[in-house]
């Protein structure tokens, strides 16, 4: 089985700040990817930053980074110089390399306002 | 411009009513798969398709009645829903299932109220 666990049910961020998205997993498969994904108002959810159980590097997309700790089993997201844009709900998801075979499982999503 | 492409984006309809939603992806992915998000609800993996075979039935009702001709389309059919069941349908593809670095790609989702 696998779960993920975002903390955060609502986050504020003043404009051109950079915030962190917490995000805990738990799974029993040696292999998996760890994701963002952005879901604005208007329902769509847009891919933002991927992160493979064995990469040794952070990942980084633009203005939005992972902060992968392996041992403490979080991934993080950091986006930098917060724009008004980037207020929306925020899911952070996994997909297993094993026995759970690219099975996917979400959390419950963050809520971010950005305030001007 | 999205590569997954969803309609109707919004949906009423009546208990009674039969409508169908669609999906088309033009990303050339393998796996499409339909969710669910209720207000307050995480999101509800519903159906899996690799390579148009159906993979997963995460145990939805029988009211809802997936379709995958090809792999590049998908349909939800939706015959005596329930007011419960208002809410937005997902649809996603990736590259292909039991991958575990690959993104999946959303449409923009159909907003269905039930009268």
């Known amino acids: 089985a696998q779960k993920i666990t975002q903390t955060q049910p609502g986050m504020f961020v003043q404009e051109k700040e950079a915030v962190t998205l917490d995000c805990t997993y738990d799974t029993s498969d040696p292999s998996y990817g760890l994701f963002w994904y952005k879901q604005p108002s208007s329902g769509e959810m847009i891919f933002l930053i991927y992160?493979?159980?064995?990469?040794?590097q952070n990942a980084t997309e633009g203005r939005y980074s992972l902060n992968f700790q392996k041992a403490r089993k979080s991934a993080n997201l950091v986006i930098s110089a917060s724009q008004l844009g980037d207020s929306a709900m925020y899911f952070c998801a996994m997909r297993g390399g094993n026995t759970n075979a690219g099975k996917s499982t979400f959390g419950d999503g963050t809520t971010l306002t950005v305030k001007p | 411009e999205t590569g997954v492409t969803q309609t109707p984006r919004h949906l009423v309809m009546g208990m009674t009513n039969k409508k169908s939603l669609k999906c088309e992806q033009h990303l050339g992915h393998n796996a499409m798969y339909w969710y669910k998000q209720s207000a307050k609800k995480p999101l509800e993996l519903m159906f899996v398709?690799?390579?148009?075979?159906?993979?997963e039935n995460n145990s939805v009702p029988s009211r809802f009645s997936p379709e995958c001709p090809n792999s590049s389309h998908l349909f939800l059919h939706l015959h005596t829903l329930q007011p419960e069941d208002s809410a937005l349908y997902l649809c996603?593809?990736?590259?292909?299932?039991?991958?575990?670095?690959?993104?999946?790609?959303f449409g923009d989702g159909t907003r269905l109220s039930i009268l």
């Open positions: 398709y690799n390579f148009k075979e159906q993979t």
């Open positions: 992160q493979g159980s064995y990469d040794q």
């Open positions: 996603a593809s990736s590259q292909e299932e039991g991958r575990s670095n690959q993104p999946q790609h």
